[in-house]
């Protein structure tokens, strides 16, 4: 079962540049995106959600791009710093259509590397 | 900030055995979650817990599984017989509202059944 995929297991940038990270889903319909970070041995981190009536949300250095019609996300960190360094999970859930927010479908993960 | 916190950070027990997971949501949350992570594959959604009652759970939460709210500040999960393919990165996680509001989650108990 693959309803949301993160093609790319890693990622390695050079700090102060822009990191893109993707996320596909095959479900349409998911009405809700966010996006996670984690750290070893830690919990996974919110970092930026985005609704499926909007296709681009903005909080500082992270920009969250959706595609309906490609069933694509991504995510854009500028610029990048070598604290980013981590998975980052996509996930998606159908907020409107009788789940709730916490079922949280996630994808494998992007392991980002933020070289000084 | 607050946090979500679980205990024991790792968990060994044999096959057969009882073991209950302990999370200590943050305190004006309302929302309650256990997911779980297979070594090497994707966090799982487990259950949702809200107004001392499940609100959803998904295949995987089968009857060897419970979830308990046993006082104001304590949220378990109970795995009455453990399995060998029941050994994973637990998560707890908790939510101020349902909706939106972005879930918090613990740092997880590592169970190994052995």
């Known amino acids: 079962d693959q309803q949301v995929k993160q093609n790319s297991p890693s990622l390695s940038v050079q700090e102060g540049r822009i990191s893109i990270l993707n996320c596909d889903y095959t479900n349409s319909m998911f009405d809700y995106f966010l996006w996670y970070k984690k750290y070893p041995a830690e919990g996974p981190t919110f970092l930026i959600s985005i609704s499926s009536i909007k296709d681009k949300n903005e909080d500082g250095r992270f920009t969250v791009f959706l595609n309906k019609s490609a069933k694509h996300l991504s995510l854009h960190i500028v610029p990048s710093q070598p604290g980013d360094s981590a998975v980052y999970f996509c996930a998606a859930s159908f907020l409107n259509y009788g789940g709730s927010q916490g079922n949280l479908i996630f994808g494998k993960g992007t392991k980002l590397s933020v070289k000084p | 900030e607050p946090e979500v916190t679980q205990t024991p950070s790792h968990q060994v027990t044999q096959m057969g055995q009882e073991v209950i997971l302990r999370c200590v949501p943050i305190?004006?949350?309302?929302?309650f979650y256990w997911y779980r992570q297979i070594l090497g594959q994707k966090v799982e959604f487990l259950v949702s817990f809200y107004n001392n009652e499940i609100s959803e759970k998904s295949e995987i939460f089968d009857d060897q599984f419970s979830v308990e709210r046993p006082d104001g500040s304590n949220f378990t999960l109970k795995i009455r017989s453990t399995k060998l393919e029941d050994s994973a990165m637990y998560f707890c996680?908790?939510?101020?509202?349902?909706?939106?509001?972005?879930?918090?989650f613990g740092n997880g108990t590592r169970l190994t059944v052995t």
């Open positions: 996680a908790s939510s101020a509202t349902g909706g939106s509001s972005p879930l918090h």
């Open positions: 305190s004006n949350h309302l929302y």
